[in-house]
């Protein structure tokens, strides 16, 4: 890092880079710029006999498998690290209004398999959340991933 680099780099960087797997790396590449999100979704259940619902899977999308990652099924490991580093956010109580974009989500493969494993605890239900790259978490990606 010089003075030309100072304003674009950061020195942590470096470090992010060692906390992050190949397929995070794409994930990372594969999210919208900055202001646009990708849909991801939250597994719950409710059973007969108790109040409430209860979270079975958490983060759950398809933007591994459209990334072409190695291991897609990890998405829920891979958002949590990403967001554990500051790199994207997933805001509470908020949601994309295209229907369409869950759908892909709960139409898929791996999903309906998480339902069926799940479903007999009690009725499925999913919540709608959304992903995106935060400030650090792009310009990250411009410098180191690009």
């Known amino acids: ?51 409430g619902r209860f979270g079975v899977y958490s983060n759950y999308g398809v933007i591994g498998y459209e990334a072409d990652c ?7 490991l891979y958002v949590d690290n990403l967001k554990r580093l500051a790199l994207v956010k997933i ?10 974009r869950y759908e892909k989500i709960v139409n898929s493969v791996h999903y309906k398999d998480i339902v069926e494993e799940v479903k007999k605890e009690g009725e499925v239900f999913y919540v709608k959340r959304m ?14 991933l690009s």
């Open 1 to 51: 890092m010089n003075v030309e680099t100072a304003n674009f780099v950061h020195p942590s960087f470096v470090e992010i880079i060692r906390q992050i797997t190949p397929d995070e790396a794409k994930i990372l590449k594969q999210l919208p710029v900055k202001g646009l999100c990708e849909p991801l979704v939250d597994v719950e259940i409710e059973k007969d006999n108790a109040e």
């Open 70 to 76: 190695e291991y897609p099924e990890k998405i829920s």
């Open 91 to 100: 805001p509470e109580n908020t949601f994309l209004i295209d229907e369409w």
């Open 131 to 144: 992903i995106g790259l935060t400030d650090y978490g792009m310009r990250l990606r411009e410098i180191c």
